[in-house]
């Protein structure tokens, strides 16, 4: 059950005075049992290189969207900008020395189930080892609000390089920023928690926090264009310089795989 904020902090403005409140819900639903998966879509741009072709740069977002809202801030412009980064690199031509991988999960609104359960069955456990040893790097695009502003580090100083030398040609498009810490709630965390690098961007959400972000008014209207073709100009040269560099992007030290 969902409730529109005006009318959320109406019931807490009541029960701030003391006075009782009462709700009636009328609930009405269907169950579809002609299919109950959840599905990942992914494709890639295979390494040429042959001693690294097989290692992985990754770029993901989710498909699915909170069940009361359109989903166009959260999560369809993430996966515009995702689509948009591979199709940059596929129009040029580009020949990566290592596999890029794009990836759009589901069911990540209901607890990160796609992007886990792929980390789960390809990245995860002995058997899983030299999958593990030749994954790189994964980079997130949730909300896709936004232009690109830097990235949250995670903790992990050993990338400051890496972003810092590729983010300084978009010092014009204020794309420099980067923070220590990190972000919550989306599905880097599951690389992560894998021991694996995962990086989210920091963007300038504008209204998608106070206005959008799982609410009935996360339209296309809301979108902007030169926002997402700015993102995908930049995830697209990170996604390249990941794919072309000597070495694979560090991991934290200070993180195990579970």
Same mark, same amino acid.
């Given at each position: 059950?969902?409730?529109?904020?005006?009318?959320?902090?109406?019931?807490?403005?009541?029960?701030?005075?003391?006075?009782? #409140?009462?709700?009636?819900?009328?609930?009405?639903?269907?169950?579809?049992?002609?299919?109950?998966?959840? @599905?990942?879509?992914? !494709?890639?741009? =295979?390494? #040429?290189?042959?001693?690294?072709?097989?290692?992985?740069?990754?770029?993901?977002?989710?498909?699915? &969207?909170?069940?009361?809202?359109?989903?166009?801030?959260?999560?369809?412009?993430?996966? !515009? #900008?995702?689509?948009?980064?591979?199709?940059?690199? *596929?129009?040029?031509?580009?020949? =990566?020395?290592? %596999?890029?991988?794009?990836?759009?999960?589901?069911?990540?609104?209901?607890?990160?189930?796609?992007?886990?359960?792929? #980390?789960?069955?390809?990245?995860?456990?002995?058997?899983?080892?030299?999958?593990?040893?030749?994954?790189? +790097?994964?980079?997130?695009?949730?909300?896709?609000?936004?232009?690109? *502003?830097?990235?949250?580090?995670?903790?992990?100083? !050993?990338? $400051? =390089?890496?972003?810092?030398?590729?983010?300084?040609?978009?010092?014009?498009?204020?794309? %420099?920023?980067? %923070?220590?810490?990190?972000?919550?709630?989306?599905?880097?965390?599951?690389?992560?928690?894998?021991?694996?690098?995962?990086?989210? =961007?920091?963007?300038?959400?504008?209204?998608?926090? +106070? $206005?959008?972000?799982? %609410?009935?008014?996360?339209?296309?209207?809301?979108?902007?264009?030169?926002?997402?073709?700015? !993102?995908?100009?930049?995830?697209? &040269?990170?996604? @390249?310089?990941?794919?072309?560099?000597? *070495? *694979?992007?560090?991991?934290?030290?200070?993180?195990?795989?579970?």
């Amino acid at each position: 059950v969902v409730l529109a904020s005006e009318h959320y902090n109406m019931i807490t403005r009541l029960m701030e005075r003391n006075v009782d #409140v009462t709700l009636r819900i009328n609930i009405e639903s269907r169950y579809h049992e002609d299919d109950t998966n959840g @599905y990942n879509i992914i !494709a890639e741009i =295979p390494g #040429v290189d042959p001693e690294i072709g097989d290692e992985i740069v990754m770029i993901g977002a989710h498909l699915d &969207s909170w069940h009361s809202a359109a989903g166009a801030t959260d999560n369809a412009d993430g996966a !515009a #900008v995702t689509l948009e980064a591979m199709r940059i690199l *596929k129009a040029l031509s580009i020949k =990566p020395r290592r %596999t890029i991988r794009l990836a759009l999960w589901g069911g990540e609104e209901q607890g990160l189930h796609g992007s886990r359960r792929y #980390v789960e069955r390809y990245l995860s456990g002995v058997d899983n080892a030299d999958a593990r040893d030749n994954f790189s +790097v994964y980079f997130n695009l949730d909300p896709g609000a936004g232009p690109i *502003k830097g990235f949250f580090l995670e903790g992990n100083e !050993a990338v $400051r =390089p890496f972003f810092a030398a590729n983010l300084e040609p978009f010092a014009d498009l204020n794309s %420099t920023i980067l %923070t220590a810490g990190g972000i919550c709630c989306t599905d880097h965390l599951s690389f992560i928690d894998e021991g694996l690098p995962g990086f989210q =961007p920091i963007h300038s959400y504008d209204d998608y926090d +106070v $206005r959008t972000h799982h %609410t009935n008014v996360d339209s296309y209207e809301r979108i902007n264009k030169e926002d997402l073709e700015q !993102a995908s100009v930049v995830m697209a &040269s990170l996604l @390249y310089h990941a794919a072309m560099r000597d *070495k *694979k992007i560090p991991r934290n030290p200070e993180i195990g795989a579970h």
